[in-house]
């Protein structure tokens, strides 16, 4: 008797940031590593909740830099908060609205979790386009 | 012709919605803030596989708005201006159908987006133009959808 194909949903991995400004996550297949964060670090990061348009990160003990291999290139990333890499079906990241896209550029997805609506996913090529903008030689 | 409308309540104020334009009528939604977003579309609500903008009426109505965390009992889920939305109330009833001489001008009621008046529930309430609304915060044309049934989830309240 032939065994019923069991349904294969691709899995997304997210590195997903948790801190006080709210959640997030991006891909994990363009992060490359995470680095502890020096003021020297800190200057030729980009401060993600700044550009979400919360307060900038004040650094701390849960300060970290992301760095990320975006298109070729390194892109480095300022975050705080509780870092993990999850894992979570295709199915589960919905494209946002283009309505929402066009007032919030660097996010692509919302993450699903127990059909609630739990973190938002940044757009690596976005970010590359804003470190382009804030740095032209990057 | 009949117009069919379905009344909602937000904070204190009641008023009619089109009824063909609402695609559902679920209980509380949880939601998701966007950062930095203009309070009325302050999030994000998972939909049939989806994910659609929250739109909330209690803004251009001066009424207390939707803050973090804080689901209202009712959402709607919408189908104008080319998208479907989600619009939070605290309260929603069954559909009632008005001829065209029991809707009027406005003239008691004093709420943007109002284009008509009509009597229920022993008072006056506001016909609010819904399409308008999200048209001017999505910042497109509304556009007419057309008729599909009302799915209500939730025992209206």
């Known amino acids: 008797m032939q065994q019923p194909a069991s349904p294969q949903l691709a899995a997304t991995g997210l590195l997903t940031i948790r801190g006080a400004a709210g959640a997030w996550g991006i891909p994990s297949s363009v992060v490359q ?10 200057t030729r990061a980009l401060d993600v909740q700044a550009l979400l348009g919360a307060a900038p990160t004040t650094p701390g003990q849960a300060t970290r830099i992301v760095v990320l291999q ?17 894992e979570t079906a295709s199915s589960n990241l919905l494209p946002l609205p283009p309505a929402v896209r066009s007032a919030t550029p660097l996010l692509s997805h919302v993450a699903v979790v127990d059909g609630k609506p739990a973190l938002f996913v940044l757009s ?8 382009h903008v804030e740095d032209p030689n990057a | 012709m009949m117009r069919a409308l379905v009344p909602a309540r937000i904070g204190q ?10 695609r559902e009528i679920l209980g509380g939604e949880p939601w998701l803030p ?21 739109v909330d009426l209690a803004a251009p109505f001066g009424f207390e708005r939707l803050s973090t965390g804080e689901t209202r009992a009712r959402t709607l889920i919408a189908a104008v201006a080319e998208s479907v939305v989600a619009v939070p109330v605290d309260a929603a009833r069954e559909v009632h159908a008005f001829s065209p001489n029991e809707l009027r001008p406005v003239s008691v009621t004093n709420l943007p987006y109002a284009v008509a008046e009509a009597e229920l529930f022993e008072r006056t309430l506001a016909v609010i133009d819904l399409p308008r609304f999200v048209a001017e915060i999505l910042g497109g044309a509304s556009l007419d959808l057309g008729r599909e049934g009302i799915v209500i989830h939730a025992a209206a309240g």
Request: proline share 6%; charged share 25%.
């Open chain 2, 34 to 54: 966007i950062p930095g977003a203009r309070a009325e579309m302050p999030g994000i609500v998972a939909w049939r596989g989806r994910a659609i903008p929250v």
């Open chain 1, 124 to 131: 690596p090529e976005r970010l590359l386009e804003v470190a």
């Open chain 1, 70 to 86: 975006v298109r070729g290139q390194e892109l480095r990333l300022l975050v705080h908060g509780v870092l993990a890499l999850t």
């Open chain 1, 33 to 42: 590593g995470v680095e502890s964060c020096d003021a020297l670090g800190r």
């Open chain 2, 13 to 22: 104020a009641w008023v009619l919605l089109d009824a063909e334009i609402i």
